[in-house]
């Protein structure tokens, strides 16, 4: 676990664009429940996601379509949902960061960590506008 002090910043970094934080099992399975499309992504305290994948995700979201729910999970933070949100994205293996948006709880698109590592952000929200434009 890392001190929570040294991940606010990178929470925030997600959360101020309004991305809703989930901690539990229970909160993952309700959020991938609801109708509609939900990006889910998986954070973490790496360089790529700092340079690439949350940046990227705040990008994307100046796009006119854009899911109807917003979620993030962190991983080596808060493990029980990061497990169960990794579950939901079977077949793609674990990897953080990530990103995965799902429609009507079935997973559309999946972005996995050696898709956002050595990538721009404005690539990586190229490829999660281009999600978005096909699924909402």
């Known amino acids: 676990m890392y001190p929570p002090e040294l ?3 990178m929470r925030e970094d997600l959360t101020s ?4 934080e989930l901690h539990s099992a229970d909160a993952v399975n309700q959020a991938l429940s609801k109708k509609g499309t939900t990006l889910v ?3 973490s305290v790496c360089g790529c996601a700092a340079a690439n ?3 990227g995700a705040r990008i994307s979201l100046q ?3 854009k899911p ?3 979620v993030t999970v962190f991983a080596g933070v808060d ?3 990061t497990d169960v949100a990794r579950a939901h994205m079977v077949p793609f293996p674990p990897s953080s960061p990530s990103m995965a948006l799902f429609k009507d709880g079935e997973l559309v698109h999946m972005l ?3 898709h956002i590592e050595g990538r721009p952000a404005e690539m990586i929200a190229e490829n999660l506008v281009d999600a978005y434009n096909q699924h909402c």
């Open 7 to 9: 991940v606010k910043p």
């Open 17 to 20: 664009v309004g991305f809703e």
């Open 41 to 43: 992504v998986v954070n």
């Open 53 to 55: 994948a949350r940046p």
């Open 63 to 65: 796009n006119s379509k």
């Open 68 to 70: 109807d729910n917003l």
């Open 79 to 81: 493990r029980e949902a």
């Open 112 to 114: 996995e960590r050696h």
